[in-house]
């Protein structure tokens, strides 16, 4: 049974979000949109270190908590269909991610779409990744999180970089993931009113401002279709109710087939993106927790 600050989170997406279909406006429309959404968040702690930095051009910042000393880091892509989001919005989000995990989170600012059409938002989070093995950062200390279209990035940049021949990072964790923008998952429609936070057309709205022409089943733009060999130990978690339950479950089974050391798991009657509702519900802080037991178990530092 999901905690009653869940329930309550739920009817609010839906009544705000989803039959308002306030994410099917104009995108400068739904990035003030998010920008107030962000806005609203409250600061996880006064204490909470942030540091701007120019990473290979990318820009992006520094999320550290109190008392963190080791040599682990965290790259952090946020999500918002690949065409809304900044790393400020989920500074409540990374600040837990440091101090459960005693890690710096380095968020990237990739480009968005419509402006920065794929494969542009790889490009960046590569460049972030190329730029924190030069500052001395060892792969064996580094991790990848992300959700939703972050979700994707962590992968496609997983790919990106071993295709390039970089050493992988340890670990990653994708949250909600969207990989497959074909939107060939069967949950798009079993769970189209279950969800209470994607509507019916939004992703292939997104989807299409995202691939801008370019193959939907491209691996770097869906890295379900792509060569899975080789990566590190990912976790993959989703909500049961999500439209995108099914990208999840086809990851896993073919990340199994690959031979990559995965687990999956599904969370009863969470709304997308969930995790960065920790400072609200319960299961929020939770999923923190388990993502923090993950990386602790692979990264060293």
Same mark, same amino acid.
């Given at each position: 049974m999901i905690s009653s600050e869940?329930?309550?989170? @739920?009817? /609010?997406?839906r009544q705000e979000l989803k039959e308002t279909r306030a994410f099917e406006q104009p995108v400068d429309d739904v990035r003030v949109l998010w920008?107030?959404?962000?806005? +609203?968040?409250? @600061? /996880? +702690?006064?204490?909470?270190? $942030?540091?701007?930095?120019? *990473?290979?051009?990318?820009?992006?910042? =520094?999320?550290?908590?109190?008392?963190?000393?080791?040599?682990?880091?965290l790259l952090q892509?946020?999500?918002?269909?690949?065409? $809304?989001g900044h790393p400020d919005t989920y500074r409540n989000f990374n600040a837990r991610i440091s101090e459960a995990l005693g890690a710096r989170v380095l968020a990237a600012d990739y480009r968005l779409a419509p402006e920065s059409p794929f494969p542009a938002a790889v490009d960046d989070t590569l460049a972030t990744y190329k730029w924190a093995l030069s500052q001395g950062h060892k792969p064996e200390n580094i991790g990848f999180v992300g959700e939703s279209a972050g979700g994707n990035l962590v992968l496609s940049t997983l790919l990106?970089?071993?295709?390039?021949?970089?050493?992988l990072p340890a670990a990653a964790v994708a949250i909600s993931p969207w990989f497959d923008l074909s939107l060939a998952g069967h949950t798009h429609a079993s769970n189209e009113a279950a969800d209470p936070m994607i509507g019916p057309g939004l992703l292939g709205q997104w989807a299409e401002e995202y691939?801008?022409?370019?193959?939907a089943k491209s691996p770097l733009a869906s890295p379900v279709f792509g060569d899975l060999s080789?990566?590190?130990?990912? /976790?993959? &978690?989703?909500?049961s109710t999500e439209v995108l339950l099914d990208d999840t479950h086809a990851m896993f089974e073919k990340l199994s087939k690959a031979g990559v050391d995965v687990r999956a798991e599904i969370v009863p009657e969470m709304p997308?993106? =969930?995790?960065?509702?920790? /400072?609200?519900?319960?299961?929020?802080?939770? *999923?923190? +927790?388990? &993502?923090?037991?993950?990386?602790?178990?692979?990264l060293i530092g």
């Open positions: 869940a329930t309550e989170l @739920n009817a /609010y997406l920008e107030e959404f962000g806005q +609203s968040i409250p @600061n /996880y +702690s006064p204490d909470i270190t $942030i540091e701007p930095v120019d *990473a290979e051009g990318v820009g992006a910042e =520094w999320v550290t908590a109190p008392g963190v000393t080791g040599d682990r880091v892509f946020h999500g918002g269909g690949f065409v $809304i990106a970089a071993r295709d390039a021949g970089l050493p691939l801008n022409g370019a193959d080789g990566l590190p130990p990912i /976790y993959l &978690m989703a909500g997308h993106i =969930w995790p960065i509702f920790a /400072y609200q519900i319960p299961e929020g802080q939770l *999923a923190i +927790s388990r &993502m923090a037991a993950f990386f602790g178990e692979h």
